[in-house]
């Protein structure tokens, strides 16, 4: 009868856990925000609510950690908002002469790409361990 009991109580504390799990940051309009691979932010603006989510890494030609390059190279990332759209984004440390698109336009917000991080060296291409800094503007 213990080990039922038991049981039970073990489960109910995994299903707690699971359904803690904070999947989604808050944030305002100008925050500046990191979000992990797979993972999202919401803005919220008057009567707008906004999810962004870092999708995918889909190239990595920046320079390898402890390696020297001949050219910078850059991080594109995709992101997804309010589940429907998806924008294609690229590092870019030369903002005015850039020809790339570092910002997406949606619904008159500008969501804007300022960093793709990895948390270690060794993590260089490793998609589930990289994360995204954007600013959300108006």
Known sequence: MNF???????GALLIS?????KKSTA????????IKFNRSATLYDNNQQIEIRFKTLVSESRCPPGKVCFWEGAATI????NNTEIFELVTCPNKPHCLTA?????QDYDIELLAVTFDKDSNYGKE?????TIKVTK
């Open 4 to 10: 039922k009991l038991l049981l039970v109580l073990v």
């Open 128 to 132: 589930s361990k990289y994360s995204i």
């Open 17 to 21: 856990v699971h359904s803690c799990e």
């Open 102 to 106: 570092y910002s997406a336009n949606y």
């Open 27 to 34: 944030i305002g309009l100008d925050d500046e925000v990191t």
């Open 78 to 81: 995709e992101i997804e908002v």
